[in-house]
């Protein structure tokens, strides 16, 4: 697991009309207002889109199954920025919906809204974050807490004590006149039998 800190900045709301082009409209947006890192959270409706519903097989590298849709479906998603080769990269997962059938996958190539998309960006700053080609995953991962090899911060888990027994806790019953406040009162009324 790796992790990189930083704070909030600038918050932006945005609105998509009917016929434009989601994805790329918000990357127009991204690399207008100069956002190099942040988070996107959007909802509305899409008239058509592409979406990789996760792979073909569950192998790496994986091979994605893409998706089209049309016809009009709700939609609401997120997205995550983050510097990269050129201009910022933005990955996009979303869930649509549309008569009682739903998808759910990564957002690719075109999602054309229908009547209206609203999106609100948070940019993010001062965060050692990045977004890489991996050769082995044959997909673009975020490198987050530094660039060179050995310097990530990364959380280390920690394998459970062994040779100590598992404490038992003593469970004392409580009675109801020990509880806080009403809750004695609550609990007596919840399990008060009715007269028969």
């Given at each position: 697991?790796?992790?990189?800190e ?7 709301v ?7 082009d989601m ?7 991204v ?10 959270i959007f909802l509305g ?13 569950p192998?790496i ?8 849709f049309e ?11 983050y510097?990269?080769e ?6 996009f997962?979303?869930?649509v ?14 999602a ?5 998309v ?6 993010f ?15 673009h ?6 660039d060179?090899?050995?310097?990530q911060?990364t ?5 459970p004590?062994q040779?100590?027994p ?5 469970k004392t019953p409580e ?7 009403g ?10 039998r009715p007269?028969?």
């Amino acid at each position: 697991m790796q992790y990189t800190e930083g704070q909030l900045g600038r918050v932006f709301v945005v609105r998509i009309d009917n016929g434009e082009d989601m994805l790329s409209s918000l990357r127009t947006f991204v690399v207008d207002k100069e956002i190099q890192a942040g988070s996107i959270i959007f909802l509305g409706a899409l008239m058509s889109g592409r979406m990789v519903t996760g792979p073909e097989e569950p192998v790496i590298p994986p091979v994605p199954h893409f998706i089209m849709f049309e016809g009009g479906w709700e939609v609401f998603g997120v997205g995550t920025i983050y510097p990269a080769e050129g201009d910022p990269h933005i990955h996009f997962h979303a869930s649509v919906g549309r008569s009682g059938h739903a998808l759910t996958g990564c957002l690719r190539e075109n999602a054309t809204a229908y009547l209206i998309v609203e999106a609100v960006i948070q940019e993010f700053i001062g965060l050692t974050a990045r977004r890489k080609f991996d050769e082995k995953m044959q997909i673009h991962l975020p490198v987050l807490g530094g660039d060179e090899e050995g310097i990530q911060k990364t959380l280390v888990e920690t394998e459970p004590e062994q040779d100590k027994p598992p404490v038992k806790e003593e469970k004392t019953p409580e009675s109801a006149s020990e509880l806080p406040g009403g809750l004695a009162e609550i609990i007596r009324d919840l399990t008060r039998r009715p007269p028969t």
